[in-house]
Structures are given as structure tokens and as C-alpha cells.
């Protein structure tokens, strides 16, 4: 039998003190808010996260392909000067959505993510189920496809370690990411917020290094005449993905101190710093050197060599197998605990509900874990990308949704909910019968 997690409640209700301060809500959304059952706002015992550690974790698992290859590919091939429109269209399109998990996020503290959220709006089991299983796919095959990428920079790197020719880099990686957080929490934030200044901190050099060898002739022309408009936005579709990663932060909001308030910020403040990093790269890497000169499958490592700055070409390849890897550990942290969450509705079985002593979801962590190697090792790079896009942009629509549904009241709220219980199956899909045909060949090939 399905358990309820999240139920609608009104405004009085326990954990309503939790709700955000600053501008008063409108009446209308007032009456319609979200919580969680149970006194205490939805929190786990020793709630742990605050929001740094959320705003590097969105840091962590969004910037990685988005500078270190998106960005040399679009300019080179789409977009010429203009990469820096196509990345800020792109992390527009993100900004538009994470309002929608920002709104939800204010009102439902769940671990679930959009699944969460479809429960808590009532959008009935057939959404749910989507939901749930797009946000399996997403951190699943998001964090394979990730560590497939990795894999192959390490081995075109070909540092001569014998074991590599046996034992599949990617694999190894989803491997030591499940590894990691079975070790806990304590590891966990270590890792993450190590792994993001040193990523911060690589990325800063190469914008501050690119910068150095500006010359505005490199500009002209801004939108070069073969790309034209319809390049910039080729190129901000491809972007897009290297936006993706911001919405890992949800997942966390019951092991968040004051989840309500922190999760939303932690939305917002993370996609500022991973789009205004992305961007400010973007500009770097084209004022540095003509885009046309690129190699689009080495950016930053090809700007590099072209300019005579072997140490930095030498510092970015060595830098980016380094920080790369925190990227698919994002993917992977939220999937254990939606796992567990699905395991308490009874949508998978019981004992994946478990948590060990200190509250972490063992068994689905590693669960989710060894699935994720499995893809890793077995499914081709651009299946899981495919699959992987579609699937994310489900998320997006359902988010979207949700917090629509969730505004309105009685007869409309009620019509709307039978509408979308068969446009979001539906659209799902067509967005799957789809995906090969737009977004094979895009994004991060190896
Ligand atoms: N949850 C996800 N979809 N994660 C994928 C993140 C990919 C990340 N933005 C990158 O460019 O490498």
C-alpha cells in the first residue's frame, strides 16, 4: 500500500513556522501550502547540511563539461564569439526551472526531489511514478555518462598505469563515489567541498590565464555570418547540459538545517556561481584565441597550445581528471536517499528503506550504486546521454507543473490534475521515442 510522505496541509499545521521570511505570500498561496507529515518540518534527526555545503554541492555536480568541453565545441563549431550568448541562453533556460524547484522546495522538505513534489501537488500515482522513474535515470545513467566522459580523458591522457587495461576507469569511479558514501556523511562533505574550491579554483586560473592574451580582435565578428542566429542557439541547446546538476541540492533537504529557507537559496546561489563561472570561461577561452581555431574536443587545452602556454595546457588536462570526478559523486549522492524514499512509499521493496546508525541509506546507496557501475561498464556513451536528456527534461516539465497545480484551488486544481495525469506520461514518452533524433551527437561525445 501506497504510504503518503508528503500530504497538502493547511497553513497552521505543524512546520509552518519554517516558511521563508521576507515578502508576506499572496492569500491564495498561502492556503495552498505544502508539509510534510510529522512535527518537526520534515527534518531528520541531526540535520546536517547547511548552505555552503549545498551551494558546493550544486557547484560540484553542475560545473564539469560546460567549461571543460561545451564551451570550446560550441565555440568552434556553432556559435564563433557568440558561445557566451548560447551559454547564457542555456543557463536561462536552467534559472526558469530551478524557480519552479525553488517555489516547491519552499514548501515540501522531502528527499524525493520532483517525485516529492508530484505527491505533495496530488498529481496521482501514474506522475509520480515518472517522476520517480526520471529522477532514477537522471542520477543513474547522469552519473555513467559522466564517468564514461572521465574515463576516456584519463585514458587518451595514457599515463601508463598498467591496471587501466583491465579494469574499466569508469566503473572504478562509480565504484569509489558509492564507496565514498557509504562512509558517510563527514567523508562525503569533505570530498565535496575539497573537490569544488579545488574546481573553483582550477577554473579561476584559466579564465585569469585566458584573460591575460585578451585581444578584442578575437571578437570580430561577434556573431560570425555562417552561424548566425540559428548557431547561437544550436549552441545553447548544446549548452544546456552543462547546466544540469543544480536540482542534486533537493534531494538533501532532510538532512538540511532549516530546509525551507536554505534549499531555495542554495538553488539560486548555486546556479549563479556555476553559470557565471561557465560564462566568464566561455568569454575567456574566445577572447584569448579565434574560436575558428579551436579544436572542439580540447578547448581550453587547445587555446593553450595555440597561445605557447604548455604549463597551463598541462594544468588544465591534469586539473580537469581531478575535479571531473565530483561531478558524477553529485550525480550519485541523491540517488540512495530517493531510492530509500521510494522503498518508505512502498514503491520498491522495505528493506531499501533501511538507514544505518547514523541515518544514511546503506542498502539503496548501494544499490544504486553497483546499477550505476553496471551502465558505466555496459551501456554505450550516447544511449545514456540520450536517455539521460530526456529524462531530465521530464523533471523540469514535472517540476513545472507541480508548482502550477500546487497555486490553484478546488475545481481548477482538481481539473488540472486529471489533465496532466495523462499529458505527463504522454509527454514523457514522446520525449523518449524522440531523444535519439535531437541529442545523439551533442554535448560531451569522448
Ligand atoms: N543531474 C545531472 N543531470 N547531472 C549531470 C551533470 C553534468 C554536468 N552539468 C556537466 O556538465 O558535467
Not at 602556454?309 to 571531473?324: C, I, M, P, Y
Request: aromatic residues 8%; contains cysteine; neutral net charge.
Amino acid at each position: 500500500m501506497l504510504r503518503a510522505h508528503v500530504m497538502l496541509a493547511p497553513r497552521a499545521a505543524p512546520g509552518a513556522a519554517l516558511l521563508p521570511r521576507g515578502p508576506r505570500p499572496s492569500p491564495r498561496r498561502r492556503r495552498a501550502d505544502l508539509v510534510p507529515r510529522g512535527a518537526d518540518g520534515g527534518e531528520r534527526r541531526g540535520a546536517r547540511y547547511g548552505l555552503a555545503d549545498l551551494v558546493a554541492l550544486s557547484v560540484a555536480s553542475t560545473v564539469g563539461s560546460g567549461v571543460f568541453s561545451l564551451a570550446g565545441r560550441v565555440a568552434s563549431q556553432e556559435a564563433g564569439p557568440a558561445v557566451v550568448l548560447s551559454l547564457g541562453i542555456g543557463a536561462m533556460g536552467c534559472l526558469l526551472s530551478a524557480t519552479a524547484y525553488a517555489e516547491l522546495a519552499s514548501r515540501v522538505v522531502a528527499a524525493g526531489s520532483v517525485y516529492a513534489y508530484a505527491q505533495a501537488t496530488g498529481l496521482g500515482r501514474s506522475a509520480m511514478a515518472v517522476a520517480a522513474l526520471c529522477l532514477i535515470v537522471e542520477y543513474s545513467w547522469s552519473c555513467a555518462a559522466v564517468s564514461v566522459d572521465w574515463s576516456g580523458k584519463l585514458l587518451r591522457a595514457d599515463f601508463g598505469l598498467p591496471f587501466l587495461q583491465v579494469l574499466d576507469p569508469a566503473v572504478l569511479l562509480v565504484l569509489f563515489c558509492t564507496g565514498l558514501l557509504i562512509n558517510g556523511t563527514k567523508a562525503s562533505r569533505l570530498f565535496t567541498n575539497v573537490s569544488t574550491v579545488a574546481k573553483v579554483g582550477l577554473i579561476l586560473f584559466l579564465i585569469a590565464t585566458a584573460l591575460m592574451a585578451f585581444d578584442a580582435k578575437n571578437l570580430q565578428p561577434f556573431i560570425p555570418e555562417e552561424y548566425g542566429i540559428s548557431g547561437i542557439l544550436r549552441g545553447a541547446i548544446d549548452s544546456f547540459f552543462g547546466f544540469l546538476g543544480f536540482d542534486a541540492v533537493c534531494a538533501l533537504a532532510l538532512d538540511t538545517k532549516d530546509a525551507r529557507r536554505v534549499v531555495p537559496n542554495a538553488l539560486f546561489l548555486g546556479l549563479f556561481v556555476s553559470g557565471g563561472l561557465t560564462c566568464l570561461a566561455g568569454f575567456a577561452l574566445v577572447s584569448a584565441v579565434p574560436a575558428s581555431r579551436l579544436d572542439p574536443a580540447a578547448g581550453f587545452v587547445s587555446a593553450f597550445e595555440i597561445l605557447g602556454n604548455d604549463f597551463a595546457a598541462a594544468v588544465v588536462t591534469v586539473g580537469e581528471l581531478l575535479v571531473l570526478p565530483v561531478v558524477a559523486f553529485g550525480c550519485l549522492l541523491p540517488l540512495g536517499r530517493l531510492l530509500c524514499c521510494l522503498a518508505e512509499d512502498g514503491f520498491l521493496p522495505a528493506p531499501l528503506a533501511r538507514r544505518d546508525a547514523s541515518d544514511e541509506p546503506l542498502l539503496a546507496t548501494l544499490l544504486g550504486g553497483a546499477a550505476t557501475a553496471i551502465c558505466a561498464g555496459l551501456v554505450p556513451f550516447e544511449d545514456l546521454n540520450d536517455i539521460c536528456s530526456a529524462a531530465v527534461l521530464s523533471c523540469f516539465i514535472l517540476a513545472s507543473v507541480s508548482a502550477v497545480v500546487s497555486r490553484q484551488e478546488g475545481a481548477l486544481q482538481e481539473q488540472l490534475r486529471g489533465l496532466l495525469a495523462v499529458f505527463v506520461p504522454c509527454t514523457f514518452f514522446c520525449l523518449l521515442l524522440l531523444s535519439p533524433r535531437w541529442t545523439t551527437d551533442t554535448a560531451l561525445a569522448p
